[in-house]
């Protein structure tokens, strides 16, 4: 098991840019596939990225080419580079990981997971 913080949340224009950043605890991280998700008000948790502790990655249809998922596995840190953000991305922001050589973009795939970080976008 490995305790995730996230960071980076915040206000911010349509049209701009934020980073996330989720640091790991334990020695494990190396071996851990993890994710992004997140959820807006009233709405069921989605999926956002996911990347393989290979380094393969997987992405949503609605960030696609606007977000960047990457590990750092000596920081034991994932991050999550969003441009272009519209209103609509507007959410909690949570990591997710799990051991496994598979970044699974299914909730129920991950056992461990952050306390979230708020990310608003305005018009």
């Known amino acids: 098991q490995v305790q995730l913080v996230e960071s980076g949340g915040g206000l911010v224009q349509a049209g701009g840019s934020l980073r996330l950043s989720c640091a790991a605890s334990g020695r494990t991280f190396r071996r851990y596939s993890m994710a992004w998700f997140r959820q807006a008000p009233e709405k069921e948790r989605e999926f956002v990225a996911a990347?393989?502790?290979?380094?393969?990655?997987t992405y949503a249809d609605s960030v696609k080419g606007r977000f960047t998922i990457s590990r750092d596995n000596a920081k034991s840190i994932m991050y999550l580079q969003m441009n272009s953000l519209n209103p609509e991305d507007t959410a909690v922001y949570y990591c997710?990981?799990?051991?496994?050589?598979?970044?699974?973009?299914?909730?129920?795939?991950?056992?461990?997971w952050g306390q979230g970080t708020q990310v608003t976008v305005s018009s």
């Open positions: 997710a990981g799990d051991l496994g050589p598979y970044g699974s973009s299914e909730v129920r795939s991950y056992g461990d």
């Open positions: 990347i393989a502790w290979s380094g393969w990655t």
